[in-house]
Nanobody
């Protein structure tokens, strides 16, 4: 059974850092694109970062470029999102999601993701 579980969210002051983890089970991480998405109250869900199958490429939304770093540890079956210089507008529920590389060729196509975690809340506030 394919499963994704996020952790690492919480309350942090502006300028602070958090590292989110996405632990995957039931599938081989190499063959899947993994994306991090977020959704704030009253806003549409947006893809903030992704790592392609085998970790060959990474992508970032303009709003997080230079502040967020995505990485994967295949041995631990975990994908991370390091978030630095956090801003109040980063407040949202963060989700990780997976899609097999045969479903879509690139990781930055948000519509194809078909496996989702339950989400973790990130709140940036003083």
């Amino acid at each position: 059974q394919l499963q994704l579980v996020e952790s690492g969210g919480g309350l942090v002051q502006p300028g602070g850092s958090l590292r989110l983890s996405c632990a995957v089970s039931g599938f081989t991480l190499d063959y899947y694109h993994i994306g991090w998405f977020r959704q704030a109250p009253g806003k549409e869900r947006e893809e903030v970062s992704c790592t392609s199958s085998f970790g060959t490429t990474t992508n970032y939304a303009d709003s997080v470029e230079g502040r967020f770093t995505i990485s994967r540890d295949n041995a631990q079956n975990t994908v991370y999102l390091q978030m630095d210089s956090l801003k109040p507008e980063d407040t949202a529920v963060y989700y990780c999601a997976a899609v097999h590389l045969t479903v879509q060729a690139m990781c930055d196509l948000p519509g194809g993701y078909n496996y989702w975690g339950q989400g973790t809340q990130v709140t940036v506030s003083s």
